[in-house]
């Protein structure tokens, strides 16, 4: 089911009329609102697993990653230009780096309870905080908002910048959780 939301989503989102893409920024939130549904269901069940929460950690990343890079090929499609790609493919690159990076440092390795649950493995820093808060999914209401006022270009420029931000505040975070595993010991 989720699959197919997917799919309909960032065909929504690869039209170049607001209204199109309002329907897939309704689809994106739908989407993630049943993702959610489907984590809380399995631990009310107990039925949470380790697996279950990789599968998911690593397809909420591929449908951000269909997000940008369908934004991004709907413009440059709209548009003529190539630039729109560029945004969409920085974007995409660094939503994997992200997803990588937080994947090797907080989810590998013998772990009980949730698999993820901060940017940071050791020490909470005001950085660590702010990267936690931009790791979650409140950007699907700025493809909703940004394409019911006809700006989806601004979306896919801004996250051309804000997603490999986004990276090097957790190259940062990491750097800074290195430091004070060095100092403690």
């Not at 390795?109 to 940017?119: E, I, M, N, Q, Y």
Request: glycine fraction near 8%; aromatic fraction near 10%.
């Amino acid at each position: 089911m989720r699959s197919v939301l997917t799919l309909a989503l960032a065909a929504a989102l690869l039209s170049p009329r607001p209204a199109v893409q309002v329907i897939g920024g309704l689809l994106f939130l739908l989407h993630s609102i049943l993702d959610g549904c489907d984590g809380e269901l399995a631990r009310l069940r107990f039925q949470e697993s380790r697996y279950g929460g990789i599968i998911d950690f690593w397809g909420d990343n591929v449908v951000h990653m269909a997000v940008f890079g369908a934004m991004g090929l709907g413009l440059a499609r709209a548009t003529g230009r190539s630039w729109p790609l560029v945004c969409g493919a920085t974007a995409v690159v660094a939503t994997a780096a992200s997803a990588f990076f937080v994947y090797q440092r907080t989810m590998t390795g013998r772990k009980d309870g949730p698999l993820f649950t901060s940017v940071s493995v050791h020490r909470e820093t005001t950085l660590s905080r702010v990267a936690d808060a931009l790791s979650r999914r409140d950007f699907i209401y700025l493809v909703l908002i940004m394409s019911a006022f006809g700006l989806a270009d601004w979306f896919v420029v801004s996250s051309a910048i804000a997603v490999p931000a986004f990276f090097f505040a957790l190259v940062a975070v990491a750097w800074n959780d290195r430091r004070i595993a060095r100092s403690a010991s």
